[in-house]
C-alpha cells in the first residue's frame, strides 16, 4: 500500500474505508448477472397435473 498524505489515524483510516468502498462499488457496477442457458418449460397449473395423474392410475 501507498503512503497515505493523511495526519493521524482517525484521517487514515477514513481514507482506507473509503478506498475500499470505492472499490467495491466499481466492481459491482461492473458486474453482469448471467442467464440460464437452459430453458426450463412452463409447468401446467397443479390441479390439472393432478387430474391427469389421477386419471391415468385410475384407468380400467
Known sequence: MKKINNH???QA????????LT???KKY?????KKPS???PEMSK?????ENFQNWCYQP
Open 46 to 50: 397443479p390441479v390439472e397435473m393432478l
Open 29 to 33: 457496477l461492473m458486474f453482469e448477472r
Open 13 to 20: 483510516n477514513k481514507h482506507v474505508l473509503i478506498a475500499a
Open 8 to 10: 493521524g489515524v482517525i
Open 38 to 40: 437452459i430453458a426450463v
Open 23 to 25: 472499490y467495491n462499488l
